[in-house]
T-cell receptor, first 114, second 114 residues
Framework: KAGVTQTPRYLIKTRGQQVTLSCSPISGHRSVSWYQQTPGQGLQFLFEYFSETQRNKGNFPGRFSGRQFSNSRSEMNVSTLELGDSALYLC?????????????FGPGTRLTVL | AQSVTQLDSQVPVFEEAPVELRCNYSSSVSVYLFWYVQYPNQGLQLLLKYLSGSTLVKGINGFEAEFNKSQTSFHLRKPSVHISDTAEYFCAVSEAGTASKLTFGTGTRLQVTL
């Protein structure tokens, strides 16, 4: 089975711009979660989508949004980028594997905001 | 809400020595517990998980962890480490019943030297 894929792997933007990141989950997985990883704040949960609906949301401003398509692929959008948005954005898909719910992570998208 | 504390930010150890990475959690509800490993410039790889049942959990690469409910701990151990185990290790918790919204600890850097 193919793993979780994220595109692009690296991205450089300037303050004020917006960015869209993409995540394709493991085949058969219907849940996609997004996390932000920074040296200062560590790994923080952004949101989770399940069957095209946002099921959980972390404590991030409204500039961070997402969506999920009918094929379970998910996109995350950040508008009006700030320097502090520079981070590794990780996507994880989960589904019942071997009878238990398990979350698998993609390689991440490294976003640099200049 | 849940929280995770990883007591050691860095753990230096010689190759072939045993190691224990400590993790304590706090939660008012039943939880699932996970250990992930992150190699440089990569995403997170699941090492092992505790969902229910036996409190001693065995994972990949020779790692194991023991769930201690009374001490709210989930320490990770390996009897003999290898240079290739050098990486960042994250303990994570989720509310029991779902693994799609994880709360992570701040990570422990395991540095294995000859």
């Amino acid at each position: 089975k193919a793993g979780v894929t994220q595109t692009p792997r690296y991205l450089i933007k300037t303050r004020g711009q917006q960015v869209t990141l993409s995540c394709s989950p493991i085949s058969g997985h219907r849940s996609v979660s997004w996390y932000q990883q920074t040296p200062g704040q560590g790994l923080q949960f952004l949101f989770e989508y399940f069957s095209e609906t946002q099921r959980n949301k972390g404590n991030f401003p409204g500039r961070f949004s997402g969506r999920q398509f009918s094929n379970s692929r998910s996109e995350m959008n950040v508008s009006t980028l700030e320097l502090g948005d520079s981070a590794l954005y990780l996507c994880a898909s989960s589904g019942v594997t071997g009878g238990t719910d398990t979350q698998y992570f993609g390689p991440g998208t490294r976003l640099t905001v200049l | 809400a849940q929280s995770v504390t990883q007591l050691d930010s860095q753990v230096p150890v010689f190759e072939e020595a045993p190691v224990e990475l400590r993790c304590n959690y706090s939660s008012s509800v039943s939880v699932y517990l996970f250990w992930y490993v992150q190699y440089p410039n990569q995403g997170l790889q699941l090492l092992l998980k505790y969902l229910s049942g036996s409190t001693l959990v065995k994972g990949i690469n020779g790692f194991e962890a023991e769930f201690n409910k009374s001490q709210t701990s989930f320490h990770l151990r390996k009897p003999s480490v290898h240079i290739s185990d050098t990486a960042e290790y994250f303990c994570a918790v989720s509310e029991a019943g779902t693994a799609s919204k994880l709360t992570f600890g701040t990570g422990t850097r395991l540095q294995v030297t000859l």
